[in-house]
């Protein structure tokens, strides 16, 4: 079975922080996603990436970055954290881009 | 116009009951269909996918996609308590990116 990994399942930050979240797969899948998920929302792609050092934006970029320097990990960065960025992240990964994505269990950020 | 669009709920049904779960899409070029399952508190789960129209079943469950209708239903034969969660549906589009619903949740009362 595929594994996705998120670092933290709960995480409390301060407006205008710098916010690291990560994520670790560990089926050598190529491809890997960025979510987060809100009531009424859905699923929101922010970014996405198809190999090592490749990054792709999504629907909602705007105030996130991403790293990717080793195939199995996948980082989201909240360049400087506002209140409207409190959320659940969700990240993903796909061994092609054309199959379905293996979720994590989520981070689920609060920014006060 | 949202690209997915699925009721919220809550959907309340007894143990035993079939349990039909459904999505509207509006992209006509969709052609691969997933469901995924998500427990309270845990990530999505890749629940079944099918490809076009037609039905797809997997022991208590069965996908079914009517691509004239742009609609895709998911029944769950013998509901049971462990059933009890949210249920995305997730199409693609021919450029490999999925769209998300925003999920029904499900109640299966013992």
């Known amino acids: 079975d595929v594994k996705v990994t998120q670092s933290s399942r709960y995480l409390v930050k301060r407006t205008g922080e710098k916010v690291f979240l990560e994520c670790v797969q560990d089926?050598?899948?190529?491809?890997m996603f960025w979510y987060r998920q809100d009531p009424g929302l859905g699923l929101r792609l922010i970014y996405f990436?198809?190999?090592?050092?490749?990054?792709e934006k999504g629907d909602i970029p705007e105030g996130y970055s991403v790293s990717r320097e080793k195939k199995e990990r996948f980082s989201l960065i909240l360049e400087s954290a506002s209140t409207n960025q409190t959320s659940m992240y969700l990240c993903?990964?796909?061994?092609?881009?054309?199959?379905?994505?293996?979720f994590g269990d989520g981070t689920r950020l609060s920014i006060l | 116009q949202k690209e997915v669009e699925q009721d919220p709920g809550p959907l309340s049904v007894p143990e035993g009951a079939i349990v039909s779960l459904n999505c509207t899409y509006s992209?006509?070029?969709?052609?691969?269909f997933m469901w995924y399952r998500q427990y309270s508190r845990k990530g999505p789960e890749l629940l079944m996918y099918?490809?076009?129209?037609g039905n797809k079943e997997d022991g208590r469950f069965t996908a079914q996609v009517d691509k004239s209708s742009k609609y895709i239903s998911l029944f769950i034969r013998d509901s049971q308590p462990s059933d009890s969660a949210t249920y995305l549906c997730?199409?693609?589009?021919?450029?490999?990116?999925?769209?998300f619903g925003s999920g029904t949740k499900l109640n299966v009362k013992p």
């Open positions: 993903a990964s796909s061994l092609a881009q054309n199959q379905p994505q293996h």
């Open positions: 089926m050598d899948h190529e491809n």
């Open positions: 990436s198809y190999d090592v050092k490749m990054k």
């Open positions: 992209n006509s070029a969709f052609q691969y």
């Open positions: 099918t490809y076009s129209s």
């Open positions: 997730a199409p693609r589009d021919n450029f490999n990116k999925f769209y």
